[in-house]
């Protein structure tokens, strides 16, 4: 009964504080944080940043999202400046990064 509570709660937080943010540039969302940090450290090397982001693609793990897609988000986590998109229409979502959407 717990988990069942939990997972509606979590549910109801994140449809509460959902906005909708437009793509500024491409970007990319992963099913972790770990792994957009991991992208985002690589970023500034372009071949580099292309690999991983092709490879994790490749594996399932993240997805590329292009410049001027709508996205439903909420943040994730403020310390790595993530948000948390379309977790209501794909869940259980997608962890991108803050940086590459504005608020719409």
């Not at 372009?46 to 991983?52: A, D, V």
């Not at 410049?67 to 986590?77: F, I, L, Q, T, Y």
């Amino acid at each position: 009964m717990t988990t069942r509570f939990s997972t509606t709660l979590v549910g109801v937080l994140i449809a509460a504080s959902a906005a909708f943010y437009v793509a500024e540039v491409p970007s990319y969302g992963c099913s972790s944080r770990a792994e957009v940090v991991k992208l985002q450290g690589a970023r500034s090397d372009t071949p580099t940043f292309q690999r991983l982001l092709t490879e994790q693609v490749a594996y399932g793990q993240c997805v590329t999202i292009p410049r001027g897609a709508e996205v439903e988000g909420s943040n994730a986590d403020t310390g790595t400046s993530t948000l948390l998109v379309n977790a209501r229409s794909d869940p259980p979502g997608y962890v991108v990064p803050l940086a590459d959407f504005k608020h719409k």
